[in-house]
C-alpha cells in the first residue's frame, strides 16, 4: 500500500476536487492520497467527493495559513 501525493496549492474550486478526480483513475485499492489544498471550500468538497466516490475521508487538518492536509483511503 502506498501513499500517493497531490499539491493543489493556489487551486480555486473547483479544480482541486477536479484533480484529485483525475488521479483518483490511476490509484489502486488500499493505496492512500494525501492532498495539500489551499482553496477555503476544499474540506467541504472533498468530503462530498469521497462519499460520492466511495472512499473513506481519513482525515482533512486545517494547517493553519489557510492551507488544508486530507488522506484519501482508496
Known sequence: ???HTLDVLGL???QPV???AIMAKSIPAGDTVEVMADCE?????VEAWCGKMNKTLL???DEGGGK???QIQF
Open 59 to 61: 482525515f482533512c487538518l
Open 41 to 45: 471550500s476544499f474540506p467541504k468538497d
Open 68 to 70: 488544508h492536509k486530507a
Open 12 to 14: 480555486k474550486c473547483p
Open 1 to 3: 500500500m502506498a501513499v
Open 18 to 20: 477536479l484533480k484529485l
